[in-house]
């Protein structure tokens, strides 16, 4: 398989080696934590005074280590007093008992520590009660726009991102030489993710039940979802649930990677509004995966891709409000706040006044930005800027 170099997530590991945290990537089912460690292994392994352990726990010849105390027994042996020692582990779950060993070597200060491992184990709300607290955590998104060129050089910038919304980011389906292989690859990590990292770590007993509310969410991409609204709708269909039960299950997605969820955000009272969240899928392949191109409202997918990528770059989004508009939305990073809108096709007039007007409501002073499928360079209209989402996924800044 063809590799690139993922500087983006390598910059922010190298940026936190020798600090004393427990160092947890984190992400969707094959997005590549396992190659992220290599590469992070290989640029490490260019200083000489580095003693590098490298566990794989999927792997035949560490079986013996699946035992607590082999593991200890075999990283003890491994250290050397004389060198900066670095630990990683793949799977780190399946070891029996895995949290007490990494927290003893932890507390033992010898090791600078790196895990991967199941997202039934590593989620990123258990981290801080497996690890005491002591993990910094890097997400590892499939690939963006971006890495995705860099996979597929190509000249037609425009042809490339319509390849890219549907191909999506999960690059084990590169490999494959047809679209329906292809997303017969991605479809089988969905369900994987779904029976190995839900339905068993959960205890969930209606997985038809589960299925359904997953294809509810990525067909309502960009839509504010209302837990008793899924619950009416699907009451009224093949099963009968409840609240509870579905804003559960949604909970559960979430936790996997598979979705991630934004709250809303009151820009002119400036406040957090817990009801009725936007939910957005780690990936498109997964959507044109499952359930195919039925429903395909580009506007709400291009948002999903949007929402996916400030995430990457480290920002915190919400979905603005502002009186009865909805400004799609509010990214914060450094105590700098951006607005955005996203939106398919403007060049009707009347649909660029519609997608302007929540951002000229806006009166303070920080930027403003409408992205969409103009396939234009970047232009402005009364301090907005309007940019193509393709060429503004490829700028290292907004």
Same mark, same amino acid.
């Given at each position: 398989?063809?590799?690139?170099?993922?500087?983006?997530?390598?910059?922010?590991?190298?940026?936190?080696? @020798?600090? &004393?945290?427990?160092?947890?990537?984190?992400?969707? +089912?094959?997005?590549?934590?396992? /190659?992220?460690?290599?590469?992070?292994?290989?640029?490490?392994?260019?200083? &000489?005074?580095?003693?590098?352990?490298?566990?794989?726990?999927?792997?035949? *010849?560490?079986?013996?280590?699946? @035992?607590?105390?082999?593991?200890?027994?075999?990283?003890?042996?491994?250290?050397?007093?004389?060198?900066?020692?670095?630990?990683?582990?793949?799977?780190? #779950?399946?070891?029996?008992?895995?949290?007490?060993?990494?927290?003893?070597?932890?507390?033992?200060?010898?090791? !600078?520590?790196?895990?991967?491992?199941?997202?039934?184990?590593?989620?990123?709300?258990? *981290?801080?009660?497996?690890?005491?607290?002591?993990?910094?955590?890097?997400?590892?998104?499939?690939?963006?726009? +971006?890495?995705? *060129?860099? =996979?597929?050089?190509?000249? !037609?910038?425009?042809? $490339?991102? @319509?390849?890219?919304?549907?191909?999506?980011?999960?690059?084990?389906?590169?490999?494959?030489?047809?679209?329906?292989?292809?997303?017969?690859?991605?479809?089988?990590?969905?369900?994987?993710?779904?029976?190995?990292?839900?339905?068993?770590?959960?205890?969930?007993?209606?997985?038809?039940?589960?299925?359904?509310?997953?294809?509810?969410?990525?067909?309502?991409?960009?839509?504010?979802?209302?837990? +008793?609204?899924?619950?009416?709708?699907?009451?009224?269909?093949? =099963?009968?649930?409840? !609240?509870?039960?579905?804003?559960?299950?949604?909970?559960?997605?979430? /936790?996997?990677?598979?979705? =991630? &969820?934004?709250? %809303?955000?009151?820009?002119?009272?400036? %406040?957090?509004?817990?009801?009725?969240?936007?939910?957005? *899928?780690?990936?498109?392949?997964? %959507?044109? $995966?499952?359930?195919?191109?039925?429903?395909?409202?580009?506007?709400?997918?291009?948002?999903?891709?949007?929402?996916?990528?400030?995430?990457?770059?480290?920002?915190?989004?919400?979905?603005?409000?502002? =009186?009865?508009?909805?400004? @799609?939305?509010?990214?914060?990073?450094?105590?700098?706040?951006?607005?955005? #809108?996203?939106? !398919?096709?403007?060049?009707?007039?009347?649909?660029?006044?519609?997608?302007?007007?929540?951002?000229?409501?806006?009166?303070?002073?920080? &930027?403003?930005?409408?992205?969409?499928?103009?396939?234009?360079?970047?232009? #402005?209209?009364?301090?907005?800027?309007?940019?193509?989402?393709?060429?503004?996924?490829?700028?290292?800044?907004?």
């Amino acid at each position: 398989m063809k590799l690139i170099n993922r500087k983006f997530y390598l910059d922010k590991l190298l940026s936190v080696k @020798d600090i &004393p945290d427990i160092k947890v990537i984190t992400g969707i +089912r094959r997005s590549g934590k396992s /190659k992220l460690m290599d590469a992070l292994i290989e640029k490490i392994a260019e200083d &000489p005074n580095a003693n590098i352990v490298r566990i794989k726990l999927n792997l035949k *010849l560490f079986e013996k280590l699946l @035992d607590g105390n082999e593991l200890y027994k075999y990283i003890d042996s491994h250290y050397d007093s004389s060198k900066s020692n670095y630990l990683f582990i793949d799977e780190v #779950q399946m070891c029996e008992g895995f949290e007490r060993i990494v927290n003893s070597i932890y507390e033992e200060e010898r090791f !600078d520590i790196y895990l991967t491992g199941s997202n039934a184990f590593l989620l990123s709300s258990d *981290l801080a009660t497996l690890f005491g607290g002591r993990v910094y955590e890097i997400s590892l998104y499939p690939f963006s726009f +971006r890495e995705y *060129l860099e =996979y597929y050089p190509s000249t !037609d910038i425009d042809q $490339a991102f @319509d390849y890219f919304v549907k191909k999506g980011g999960m690059s084990g389906s590169y490999l494959y030489r047809t679209d329906e292989e292809a997303r017969k690859y991605v479809n089988g990590i969905y369900r994987t993710t779904i029976t190995k990292d839900i339905v068993r770590k959960f205890k969930i007993e209606n997985e038809d039940l589960l299925i359904m509310i997953g294809n509810f969410l990525m067909d309502n991409v960009g839509n504010q979802t209302s837990i +008793r609204n899924v619950s009416t709708k699907l009451t009224s269909g093949t =099963y009968k649930t409840n !609240d509870k039960t579905v804003g559960a299950y949604i909970n559960y997605f979430c /936790k996997s990677f598979l979705f =991630y &969820p934004l709250q %809303r955000y009151d820009i002119k009272g400036k %406040r957090y509004l817990e009801s009725d969240k936007k939910y957005y *899928l780690s990936d498109l392949s997964f %959507r044109f $995966a499952e359930i195919g191109t039925k429903n395909a409202d580009y506007g709400h997918l291009y948002e999903n891709i949007v929402a996916i990528e400030l995430l990457r770059r480290g920002y915190e989004v919400y979905v603005g409000k502002l =009186y009865e508009k909805e400004v @799609d939305f509010v990214a914060i990073k450094e105590g700098e706040k951006l607005y955005i #809108q996203v939106s !398919d096709d403007i060049s009707r007039k009347e649909t660029l006044e519609r997608e302007l007007s929540p951002l000229h409501s806006i009166k303070d002073a920080y &930027p403003k930005i409408l992205i969409a499928r103009t396939k234009h360079e970047e232009m #402005q209209q009364e301090g907005i800027r309007i940019i193509d989402i393709a060429r503004w996924l490829i700028t290292s800044q907004i």
